[in-house]
């Protein structure tokens, strides 16, 4: 058992109740971002409509696209450039990673740009490996230009 309270102590008073939050402030952002968001996803929704775009990947334009940008960063990436601090160096990379992920994004799409793919694939993976573009990694990226090449 638990001892009693003196009779004599003061009874404690409850803790006040903290003051309601302004609704009508509160009220005004939420319905100004669901408006916003309504807003947004019309206009999207919108633009697609406008442009056509049915956003099959399956045959469509959106793999070729996709290879086709693949090939720009790697035309535009400089592995000597690789690893360099500064601007070079995160444009380097930022391509190199680029031509691998809309390879990828272009052979999810249509097998086609497979080839591609895989070769972007393992020139990455070899890289990532060894930490420099030996022989092997050079092989890879000459066989991804050459498909790029012929696209």
């Known amino acids: 058992m638990y001892p009693q309270q003196p009779q004599g102590a003061p009874a404690q008073a409850p803790h006040p109740a903290a003051p309601p939050a302004p609704r009508g402030r509160t009220t005004a952002v939420v319905v100004a971002l669901l408006a916003g968001l309504v807003l947004g996803?019309?206009?999207?929704?919108?633009?697609?409509?406008?442009?056509?775009?049915?956003?099959?990947?399956?045959?469509?334009?959106?793999?070729?696209?996709d290879a086709r940008a693949a090939c720009?960063?790697?035309?535009g990436f400089d592995e000597k450039k690789y690893g360099t601090k500064g601007a070079e160096g995160d444009i380097a990379l930022n391509r190199y990673s680029a031509a691998g992920t809309l390879s990828a994004?272009?052979?999810?799409?249509?097998?086609?740009?497979?080839?591609?793919?895989?070769?972007?694939?393992?020139?990455?993976?070899?890289?990532?490996?060894?930490?420099e573009f030996d022989a092997t990694?050079?092989?890879?990226?000459?066989?991804?230009?050459?498909?790029?090449?012929?696209?």
């Open 41 to 65: 996803g019309g206009g999207v929704a919108a633009a697609w409509a406008l442009t056509g775009d049915s956003g099959t990947t399956a045959k469509g334009t959106a793999p070729a696209d």
């Open 72 to 75: 720009r960063a790697l035309d």
């Open 105 to 131: 994004a272009a052979a999810a799409g249509d097998a086609e740009y497979r080839p591609l793919a895989e070769a972007m694939r393992r020139a990455q993976n070899r890289q990532a490996r060894v930490f």
């Open 137 to 151: 990694v050079q092989k890879d990226l000459e066989k991804a230009r050459a498909i790029c090449a012929d696209l």
